[in-house]
């Protein structure tokens, strides 16, 4: 796949989660967060599942099966996805939305850093001030005059670590084993037997709630696990962490224009500004140059 076509299909993925940004402001007064997510991911795992067999079957015998380090990897996947979806969450409860939002935003720097200091993985040069770009234009975007620390700000950031884990995870199964539909089936899966459970355990979630809000969890479950998160794993194996994190820093400014769109959420002149930054820090490590003796970072 060319490269173009897999941060296109990156750029499709952060769209598919930013339109979740709609059925979430709906559903919140109807279902709380950990049911919301246990029940898109539940729904999402249903409707993976017929691909996951389909794709199992069509891959030839003497490849067909995971070995112990696939297995480990895929179960990771699920871990990482479900504790970060988890701890946003959770801190969520304890900080503002603002602060939820941009905090969130650190694992666009913490890719390319893990990957540099831990993986010894190269990183290109043009990364760091795209990085920069985006996390200032996500800063203005959440209205942030000054940062106000609350008690919930460190379970986002280490929310933010999870998800920056999970890109690279992702990564490192990818170049091992091209199955995304089974991947994307069994993340789901793991995700959401560690948030329906809380759920079920700590937001009273019964089946007259979850009938309630089907068209909500369903429409997510389809957007942001079965169509995001399998675009996502496949457009991963043709580019790097570090570019992909940068790219699907675009879902905040896709949740910004269905909240103009949608819910007639205004955007003030500094939010735009900040879309702007997002933006152009795409452009920027999306068109810079690439030599030839130069690693794709």
């Known amino acids: 796949m060319p490269r173009l076509v897999a941060h296109a299909l990156l750029l499709i993925t952060a769209l598919c989660w930013g339109s979740v940004f709609v059925a979430q402001h709906w559903a919140a007064g109807e279902i709380g967060p950990f049911g919301f997510n246990g029940l898109r991911f539940l729904l999402g795992t249903l409707l993976l599942a017929p691909l996951a067999f389909w794709e199992r079957r069509k891959t030839p015998l003497r490849?067909?099966?995971?070995?112990?380090?696939?297995?480990?990897?895929?179960?990771?996947?699920?871990?990482?996805?479900?504790?970060?979806?988890?701890?946003?969450?959770?801190?969520?409860?304890?900080?503002?939305?603002?602060?939820?939002?941009?905090?969130?935003?650190?694992?666009?720097?913490?890719v390319p850093l893990i990957a540099l200091l831990a993986l010894r993985q190269p990183v290109r040069w043009i990364v760091w001030p795209a990085v920069v770009l985006c996390l200032l234009g996500t800063y203005l975007l959440a209205g942030l005059t000054n940062l106000t620390l609350h008690s919930g700000d460190?379970?986002?950031?280490?929310?933010?670590?999870?998800?920056?884990?999970?890109i690279l995870v992702i990564q490192a199964f990818m170049a091992r084993y091209?199955?995304?539909?089974?991947a994307s089936c069994l993340q789901a899966l793991v995700a959401c037997l560690m948030t329906l459970?809380?759920?079920?355990?700590?937001?009273?979630?019964?089946?007259?709630?979850?009938?309630?809000?089907?068209?909500?969890?369903?429409?997510?479950?389809?957007?942001?696990?079965?169509?995001?998160?399998?675009?996502?794993?496949?457009?991963?194996?043709?580019?790097?962490?570090?570019?992909?994190?940068?790219?699907?820093?675009?879902?905040?400014?896709?949740?910004?224009?269905?909240?103009?769109?949608?819910?007639?959420?205004?955007?003030?002149?500094?939010?735009?500004?900040?879309?702007l930054l997002i933006f152009v820090g795409v452009v920027l490590v999306e068109a810079w140059p690439r030599p030839k003796t130069e690693l794709q970072t």
């Open 63 to 110: 490849t067909r099966d995971f070995s112990l380090t696939d297995w480990s990897l895929l179960l990771g996947l699920g871990l990482v996805l479900g504790l970060g979806s988890a701890a946003q969450q959770a801190g969520i409860e304890r900080t503002s939305l603002a602060n939820a939002g941009f905090l969130t935003t650190l694992y666009v720097p913490m």
């Open 178 to 182: 091209p199955a995304p539909f089974q």
């Open 197 to 275: 459970p809380l759920g079920l355990a700590r937001e009273g979630l019964d089946m007259s709630i979850a009938l309630a809000t089907l068209k909500y969890t369903g429409y997510a479950a389809f957007m942001s696990v079965f169509l995001g998160f399998t675009l996502q794993l496949i457009a991963q194996r043709y580019s790097s962490p570090s570019t992909a994190a940068i790219l699907l820093s675009m879902e905040a400014v896709f949740a910004a224009l269905f909240g103009w769109l949608i819910l007639s959420q205004a955007l003030s002149a500094t939010e735009i500004f900040g879309c």
């Open 154 to 166: 460190a379970i986002i950031m280490l929310g933010a670590l999870f998800f920056a884990l999970h």
